[in-house]
């Protein structure tokens, strides 16, 4: 089956500088690619999801990049504010979505003030 | 998207005994999914909520512990059966009828 590995686990950014999340997947098949942030407490939010025929998405501060070759994908935050602050999952699945997610193990980002 | 809410949001249990969660859309969906999520962890995939017929459940997970039930398009329900400390998590429900997938909010389980 899938298996999606995320890094860095913990990543700790100045507030206004960027963050990079890297993810890389291992099923050549897989060809949807969500990224999910996490508050406390909360429930997981979509951000932002990119399928595998196009290489790179933006919406805003948020970017997300994919390597359909190498089987990566990294999530770009620029500007980074102290709200920023969550834990970012990846995701990878088959059928554009409409089959299961297999999730990263998750990064905490902490933006300093 | 179509709005999905979840109860309980919360309960402690006493080890030995069984919980529902319910979980509602409130418009029709494809799928719909149960994931549990263990603190501090990732969310992992428990089973595939398939309506009208038994859920497709992921290599550690199986019926007897989490039997689930699909009867419609908008409503799922997840039981964890003789719970133990172990059972002590969030457990999300999730929909999608197109990417993306959607999840409720979450029940937090305190198993003593």
């Known amino acids: 089956g899938e298996n999606v590995e995320q890094h860095p686990s913990t990543l700790s950014v100045q507030e206004g500088d960027s963050a990079v999340i890297k993810c890389t997947y291992s099923?050549?098949?897989?060809?949807?690619f969500p990224w999910y942030k996490q508050e406390l407490g909360k429930r997981p939010q979509l951000i932002i999801d990119i399928r595998s025929n196009v290489g790179e998405k933006k919406d805003q501060r948020i970017a997300v990049t994919l390597n359909k070759t190498a089987k990566h994908f990294s999530l770009h935050i620029t500007e980074t504010q102290p709200e920023d602050s969550a834990v970012y999952f990846c995701?990878?699945?088959?059928?554009?979505?409409?089959?299961?997610?297999?999730f990263g193990t998750g990064t905490r980002l902490t933006i300093i003030p | 998207s179509a709005v999905i809410s979840q109860k309980p949001s919360r309960d402690i249990c006493q080890r030995g005994t069984s919980l529902t969660i319910q979980c509602q859309v409130d418009s029709q969906v494809t799928m719909m999914f149960w994931y549990r999520q263990q603190p501090g962890q990732s969310l992992t995939l428990i089973a595939t909520?398939?309506?009208?017929?038994?859920?497709?459940?992921e290599s550690g997970f199986v019926i007897d512990k989490f039997p689930i039930s699909r009867p419609n398009l908008t409503f799922s329900t997840l039981t964890v059966s003789n719970m133990s400390p172990e059972d002590s998590s969030i457990y999300l429900c999730s929909h999608t009828r197109e990417d993306p997938q959607y999840f409720g909010p979450g029940t937090r389980l305190l198993v003593l």
């Open positions: 995701a990878a699945s088959i059928n554009f979505g409409n089959e299961k997610l297999t």
């Open positions: 909520a398939n309506q009208g017929s038994e859920a497709t459940y």
């Open positions: 099923d050549s098949a897989s060809n949807y």
